[in-house]
């Protein structure tokens, strides 16, 4: 994973909370990022349709125009094509004759590739209310949230703000 889901995730935020268009420099001054940066990852959040653009050099940039408690985040890592849990490097080579080294690579790949489904199911969750919720009314459960916690009866399932109460602790 790179920062570019990061990026991607605190300009939606900040694109909800202000409720307007904001161009690339205000968004990376916000972000504490290059505006080029931000252009890049926000061109693949438009073409996803997550944000909308208005051109123009004085007024254009970029609006969020949804409901953010119907964007989640994995919505957006979808948008950047991000692996969370990858690897560069393998161990072994496929082509020697003991198992362990030719067998190695493709069984970290099918235990990489669960454990990143995993975590893209967590962020399934996870929407942009939620974490406005958590910045700005952290006493207050998102709507979401709060409609997981009625249907569950039985308990054994944490509400959304409950999991990403522990995530960030």
């Known amino acids: 994973m790179n920062s570019d889901f990061l990026l991607a995730v605190h300009g939606l935020v900040y694109l909800n909370h202000k409720k307007e268009i904001?161009?690339?420099?205000?968004l990376a001054q916000n972000i504490c990022t290059h505006p080029a940066r931000v252009r890049r990852v926000m061109a693949?959040?438009?073409?996803?349709?997550?944000v909308e653009t208005k051109e123009g050099r004085v007024d254009g940039g970029y609006f969020?125009?949804?409901?953010p408690q119907n964007v989640n985040l994995k919505m957006i890592s979808n948008a950047l094509d991000v692996d969370f849990v990858t690897t560069g490097w393998h161990s072994g080579d496929p082509h020697m004759e003991c198992k362990v080294a030719s067998g190695?690579?493709?069984?970290m790949d099918q235990l990489y590739g669960q454990m990143d489904e995993q975590c893209k199911a967590f962020l399934e969750t996870i929407t942009i209310d939620t974490i406005d919720c958590q910045i700005?009314?952290?006493?207050?459960?998102?709507?979401?949230s709060k409609a997981a916690d009625s249907d569950n009866t039985s308990g054994s399932q944490p509400s959304n703000k409950k999991r990403l109460e522990e995530y960030l602790l």
């Open 44 to 50: 693949k959040l438009k073409k996803a349709g997550l």
């Open 136 to 144: 700005f009314r952290p006493q207050e459960a998102p709507v979401s």
């Open 104 to 107: 190695m690579a493709g069984i």
């Open 22 to 26: 904001l161009s690339s420099d205000v």
């Open 64 to 67: 969020f125009s949804m409901e």
